[in-house]
């Protein structure tokens, strides 16, 4: 396991300098690391597998809650395809255009004027929009 090892790092010592003058692609300098690192710590191999299971399983879990939200939205994008109604929360709205809008300061000589309407809108602008419906 010695000699291995030994051989292992000097390849890895001369793809280091190679990497250094631009010669040699970074995947197969990080490959030569994880051999080296698998070797020096081959004790604990059966700890290395356990902890790349679960990074593999927690890759896969968020893999899968991302495929679930892209699911999420490419049926609502549908549903606007297909002039579908869509249930909108304008309460949530506004909160959140107050939100992003709350660093927002008037134009110079509108601090105090009624004229000047902020570039968020009003719930009751709102309400007023689908009142008509």
């Known amino acids: 396991m010695e000699d291995l090892y030994s051989e292992i790092s000097e390849e890895l ?5 190679n990497f250094k003058n631009d010669i040699n ?8 690391f994880r051999k080296e690192d698998a070797l020096f710590n081959f ?7 356990k902890n790349l299971k ?12 991302h495929l679930l ?5 490419l049926l ?7 002039n579908q109604e ?7 709205i506004e ?12 134009p110079e000589g509108f601090t105090n004027s009624s004229w000047y309407l902020p570039c968020f809108p009003n719930l009751n602008m709102i309400e007023f929009l689908h009142e008509d419906d």
């Open 69 to 73: 939200d892209i699911d999420k939205k």
């Open 25 to 32: 692609a970074y995947e197969k300098l990080h490959k030569l």
């Open 95 to 106: 909160v959140n255009s107050n939100i992003l809008s709350r660093n927002k300061e008037p």
């Open 86 to 92: 869509l249930d909108v929360n304008l309460v949530d």
């Open 76 to 82: 609502e994008y549908e549903s606007l395809n297909q």
């Open 54 to 65: 679960h990074e593999i399983f927690n890759f896969q879990d968020k893999l899968y809650k």
């Open 13 to 17: 010592l001369s793809e280091l300098k």
């Open 43 to 49: 004790e604990n191999w059966d700890n290395i597998k």
